[in-house]
């Protein structure tokens, strides 16, 4: 079959191991001095070693490959431990993939062992109830040049975290899209200027946000729904930060929508690679 999973290139793979830890799965192991791949029927191709590699070797590619086998990963997980377990029914929920974690729970189960507390429950502001979350229009002459900057903001519309925003919100109709991991801003100076500025702006960390899987729907519905102009992606240059591209990926084939998306990345130092 062809599906997602992870690549690792040999060139630039230093052998720290880090990935093999961040691999709660067992689908990596060190050998020769080097990250491999031991069975391709234990990477759920969901990337969660990624954020581990500190040279960016790992990437995801669709390729055919052997199938996810939830059962044979489970027997590697059961005998790491309750936190182990724990840690992967969370990484399945966030991604929404309720099969394996109703197969996983049914294992338990079976071998009587106590399923924990994974899910995690949504605060009062993901779920709108929090004045922080209310749409808004930000005026035009909003200016955030009294302490700091003699610069102007250029947003004009909140709220701007992805948990937070409603795909229905007008603001998203015919809109340019600017699609940002949330530490850019602190890495590139002039960012309402140059990405800001004409668009409508969603944040998220593809790294440590909870629930991408609702990230997904949410932009779906905007793709399938606002009559996007365009789409820009900016994201830092570390490897974590690729999990953007990967999710705005599958917004777009769950909406069944083409669109053109411009990428920019920004290095630590705050340049436009």
Not at 97 to 124: E, M, Y
Not at 169 to 182: E, G, K, Q, T, V
Request: charged share 25%; net charge neutral; aromatic share 4%.
């Amino acid at each position: 079959m062809k599906r997602q999973i992870i690549k690792i290139d040999e060139d630039k793979c230093n052998g720290c191991g880090e990935c093999v830890t961040g691999c709660h799965e067992g689908a990596l192991q060190m050998i020769d001095g080097k990250a491999r791949m031991v069975s391709e029927i234990f990477c759920d191709g969901l990337g969660a070693c990624i954020g581990n590699c500190p040279v960016g070797a790992i990437t995801i590619e669709e390729r055919k490959a052997e199938p996810y086998d939830e059962a044979k990963v489970m027997e590697n997980i059961i005998k790491a431990g309750q936190n182990t377990i724990k840690a992967h029914l969370k990484h399945l929920n966030d991604h929404g993939l309720d099969k394996h974690v109703n197969q996983a729970i049914q294992i338990l189960t079976a071998k009587g062992i106590d399923i924990p507390d994974f899910r995690t429950q949504p605060s009062s502001c993901a779920t709108g109830m929090c004045p922080g979350s209310a749409a808004q229009t930000v005026p035009d002459n909003h200016d955030i040049g009294n302490v700091l900057s003699s610069g102007k903001s250029q947003l004009r519309h909140w709220p701007v975290q992805l948990h937070l925003v409603n795909p229905a919100d007008s603001s998203f109709d015919n809109a340019d899209l600017l699609i940002c991991a949330d530490c850019v801003p602190y890495a590139f100076a002039n960012f309402h200027e140059k990405f800001v500025k004409g668009k409508r702006l969603v944040i998220l960390c593809p790294k440590l946000d909870q629930g991408t899987d609702r990230y997904i729907d949410k932009l779906a519905m905007i793709f399938q729904n606002k009559n996007v102009k365009s789409v820009t992606i900016v994201r830092m240059q570390v490897p974590c930060c690729g999990g953007i591209e990967i999710i705005v990926q599958k917004a777009l084939e769950k909406a069944g929508a083409s669109k053109m998306v411009k990428l920019n990345v920004i290095s630590i130092s705050g340049e436009i690679m």
